[in-house]
């Protein structure tokens, strides 16, 4: 294979349209062909550039089943993600990895979910059991390879996997997993029961969450983005193929990500509860403006500004002029030293 006959897919929204645009014509100028996943018909990329960060990289692999190509994740901000670890301004200086295809792709493992029976997307992140609304306990049953784990009455429940376990799990008092661990964990949400610890259990287990019920309907969160009504019961176990994301940096591995992190949770602590929720749904989110901000977390938009004020002195959030609207002033995570 020549350079020249490398073949790249771009995946884009329409919010990310004209990061689109950008990195195409970087590719161009570098004689890449390129062409937009999204449109074409039987082309067949060596590999996919996904943009809108972390949450676009969780939309790409939900609205494909086919984990067979290879995909790097771009942000439009500066912000360290643990999918997509490349900015679109640094893209420029990776162009010859990609053209000689010198990277390395690292497997993440995915959750294959059924609810009620029925097959839905697959999560790299997390599956949540709640309640339909908060501070309505839930009630359910714990089974790992047919045998019963516990019955629970509670706030809900998570499964998590390694990728996800640093995410909303590790909010919940879930441990933290190596990212090449071959494990799920499972986290009751505030039970009841004080003794309930979370638990590991192999990848390759059978998971049930059965007998669900509440006093109103109950609902399955899928990477904490799209919401499902259960009757009864959610099977999750390893889906096949993993998704396959491509590393370009040394020093951007899933480990130095985690390593961010853990640090960030620790600052997490001394926080007020609004800048705390504000951190966690742009980490979440990605990019977003201060009236998304303010829709997203049902915030009062004046408490949204104070957190936003507290996060920009203390520098955990950056404010830049958004490149679709100049008028519009969008907010990220810095990125963390």
């Known amino acids: 294979m020549t350079f020249s006959s490398v073949q790249i897919g771009i995946y884009s929204s329409q919010s990310t349209a004209i990061a689109a645009k950008i990195i195409k014509k970087i590719l161009d100028d570098s004689d890449i062909e390129s062409f937009s996943v999204t449109k074409s018909k039987g082309k067949i990329a060596d590999c996919v550039i996904v943009l809108g960060g972390d949450k676009g990289v969780r939309n790409y692999f939900h609205r494909t089943f086919d984990a067979t190509i290879p995909i790097l994740g771009i942000s439009e901000g500066e912000s360290s993600g643990f999918l997509a670890q490349i900015d679109l301004k640094e893209f420029g200086s990776f ?3 990609l053209k000689k295809q010198k990277y390395t792709v690292e497997n993440v493992p995915r959750l294959g979910v059924k609810i009620d029976g029925r097959n839905v997307y697959p999560v790299l992140n997390d599956v949540a059991v709640f309640s339909s609304k908060s501070a309505i306990l839930m009630e359910h049953s714990l089974r790992v390879n047919g045998e019963e784990v516990w019955h629970d009455n509670g706030d809900g429940i998570i499964v998590s996997t390694p990728m996800g376990s640093s995410a ?17 964990e499972i986290i009751s949400v505030n039970s009841l029961d004080v003794t309930r610890r979370p638990i590991i259990v192999s990848n390759d287990s059978s998971i049930e969450i059965d007998d669900i019920s509440a006093r109103l309907h109950c609902e399955v969160v899928l990477d904490g983005l799209d919401r499902y009504k259960v009757e009864k019961i959610v099977e999750c176990t390893q889906f096949s193929p993993p998704a396959k994301i491509i590393r370009l ?3 951007s591995t899933a480990i130095s990500a985690l390593a961010k992190k853990v640090h960030l949770a620790e600052e997490l602590l ?12 742009l980490e979440y989110e990605g990019v977003m403006t201060q009236k998304d901000l303010a829709n997203k977390t049902l915030l009062p938009n004046r408490t949204v500004r104070l957190a936003l004020t507290h996060l920009l002195k203390k520098g955990y959030v950056k404010k830049k002029v958004s490149i679709r609207d100049a008028r519009q002033k969008i907010y990220e995570i810095s990125k963390i030293k």
């Open 168 to 184: 909303y799990s590790m909010s919940a008092g879930g441990p933290i997993l190596f990212p090449d661990s071959a494990v799920f």
């Open 95 to 97: 162009v010859n990895v």
């Open 249 to 251: 940096k040394k020093d």
């Open 270 to 281: 001394s926080m007020p509860p609004s800048s705390k929720l504000i951190l966690k749904t």
